[in-house]
């Protein structure tokens, strides 16, 4: 008897309707072509962006910068437990001394009215900047890593690595905004420049701090330093320089507003990033979590909040800080003759004005790219991030979708259900049931004589 095999491939009713593909056979004695048309026509139009692709990524993860990035947390943990444990355990006050200056607020100058210390700014605010920067590269890898990631593939189905690091990245991005905008209208609503921008500038330099407005802006400074660190640790990304010029700029108005008392002005704009931030690490959140509808929901009032808070109330601050700071600082500018802590003089004004544009002409460029996706909305094609590469949805190569104790997922043009081979019997014709089933209309059925088969067991 002459033995055939069969192999059926079952697939999911609703990609089948999207997905048409033809198998090509070449049945012969000496060899056969079992071949997806349209897989190949999709790699044939990408093989050569998927090379430079795979150049560049190749000369990334064998660079010190991805060594870097893979040991993240057993490098800020092991610093972590030095720190503390030098901290706690030494008995030689040289060294406590050194340590407590990265755990604790330095340069206390007094209390307030109702008896909380107040501090001025120190060079020895470093350390405590330091310490931060390590404890939150420790906390964003440590969350992501072992909270984030299997929350996305365990609550909304992201199998994909890399969509699961963007759905862990967008998610510390959320947590850590939220945070900082939630503690930072706290302060503000108890602030005496509250709802009245000129008290920003009245009696300026306003030198003291109490220890919870202190530690928000240090802990603030930190964590921008600390996006600087991650830009450079990681793959770069398509906007890798507008990410970057946009951090070297935030990172200046922060250290310079805190050594110049300006600080006041800064608490406005890091609330004002942070809300608009949220909006914006949600959508994206729920772009990778495949919901599409409650994405575009987000994206509108993401855009809502961009144009504004970023656009409308920052321009406003931008423009009050250009009118009247000025003349609402007149007794703190710079006189010869006259022992001043700090002073202003026209360059030092221009200097923090030019910097406060030049992050408002950044974002000027990123509503013009918001602006595209908005448009995508509103055709009805969906919310698409200008930052994500071309593999950081859901869909990648079976080698990159094997989780541990998941198995391989589906490919955006390769969706298989289940395939079984089965050996049996046959009449001369090659008719016959397999196994006394019959053949459902979904089903893809392909004969390959055993003779055509190289490579596998051979039947007698």
């Known amino acids: 008897?002459?033995?055939?095999?069969?192999?059926?491939?079952?697939?999911?009713?609703?990609?089948?309707?999207?997905?048409?593909?033809?198998?090509?056979?070449?049945?012969?004695?000496?060899?056969?072509?079992?071949?997806?048309?349209?897989?190949?026509?999709?790699?044939?139009?990408?093989?050569?962006?998927?090379?430079?692709?795979?150049?560049?990524?190749?000369?990334?993860?064998?660079?010190?910068?991805?060594?870097?990035?893979?040991?993240?947390?057993?490098?800020?943990?092991?610093?972590?437990?030095?720190?503390?444990?030098?901290?706690?355990?030494?008995?030689?006050?040289?060294?406590?001394?050194?340590?407590?200056?990265?755990?604790?607020?330095?340069?206390?100058?007094?209390?307030?009215?109702?008896?909380?210390?107040?501090?001025?700014?120190?060079?020895?605010?470093?350390?405590?900047?330091?310490?931060?920067?390590?404890?939150?590269?420790?906390?964003?890898?440590?969350?992501?890593?072992?909270?984030?990631?299997p929350f996305a593939a365990k609550f909304c189905h992201i199998y994909s690595r890399k969509a699961k690091i963007r759905f862990a990245e967008q998610s510390w991005s959320w947590v850590y905004y939220s945070i900082s905008f939630i503690y930072g209208v706290f302060?503000?609503?108890?602030?005496?420049?509250?709802?009245?921008?000129?008290?920003?500038?009245?009696?300026?330099?306003?030198?003291?701090?109490?220890?919870?407005?202190?530690?928000?802006?240090?802990?603030?400074?930190?964590?921008?330093?600390?996006q600087i660190f991650v830009l450079h640790v990681e793959k770069p990304r398509k906007d890798h320089y507008q990410m970057f010029s946009h951090h070297i700029i935030t990172c200046c108005l922060i250290i310079g507003s805190y050594y110049y008392y300006f600080f006041r002005i800064g608490h406005l704009i890091l609330m004002i990033m942070d809300s608009v931030d949220i909006c914006l690490a949600a959508a994206k959140m729920l772009k990778y979590a495949g919901r599409l509808v409650a994405c575009d929901a987000m994206f509108v009032v993401f855009l809502v909040s961009w144009i504004g808070l970023r656009h409308g109330a920052y321009n406003y601050i931008f423009y009050h800080a250009w009118h009247k700071s000025v003349h609402l600082m007149q007794d703190g500018q710079c006189m010869v003759g006259n022992d001043q802590k700090r002073c202003w003089t026209p360059t030092v004004i221009n200097t923090f004005l030019g910097l406060l544009g030049g992050l408002q002409i950044i974002t000027c460029i990123w509503m013009y790219l918001i602006s595209k996706v908005a448009y995508k909305v509103i055709i009805g094609v969906g919310a698409e991030d200008v930052r994500s590469d071309e593999d950081d949805t859901d869909f990648e190569n079976n080698e990159e979708e094997k989780v541990q104790g998941e198995g391989v997922e589906e490919k955006e043009f390769q969706e298989i259900d289940e395939v079984e081979v089965y050996h049996d019997d046959v009449d001369g014709n090659g008719n016959g049931n397999v196994n006394g089933e019959t053949n459902d209309k979904s089903d893809i059925i392909t004969e390959v004589d055993n003779d055509a088969i190289r490579h596998g067991e051979r039947y007698d």
């Open 187 to 226: 302060l503000y609503l108890d602030a005496p420049y509250y709802n009245n921008l000129d008290q920003i500038y009245i009696n300026w330099p306003n030198f003291l701090m109490d220890a919870r407005f202190k530690s928000y802006y240090l802990i603030s400074m930190a964590f921008w330093l600390q």
């Open 1 to 149: 008897m002459a033995t055939s095999t069969k192999i059926k491939t079952r697939r999911s009713s609703s990609r089948s309707e999207e997905v048409h593909e033809s198998f090509k056979i070449n049945t012969t004695t000496s060899s056969y072509n079992l071949q997806d048309t349209e897989d190949h026509d999709y790699s044939s139009t990408k093989g050569s962006s998927t090379g430079e692709e795979a150049t560049q990524d190749d000369d990334y993860h064998g660079s010190l910068w991805a060594k870097v990035e893979r040991n993240q947390i057993p490098l800020s943990r092991n610093l972590m437990i030095l720190l503390y444990s030098l901290n706690w355990l030494s008995t030689d006050p040289r060294i406590t001394n050194f340590t407590r200056k990265f755990l604790h607020l330095q340069n206390q100058v007094g209390y307030n009215s109702e008896g909380n210390p107040i501090y001025d700014i120190h060079i020895d605010d470093i350390y405590f900047v330091t310490n931060w920067v390590i404890t939150v590269t420790f906390l964003r890898s440590f969350l992501m890593k072992y909270c984030f990631g």
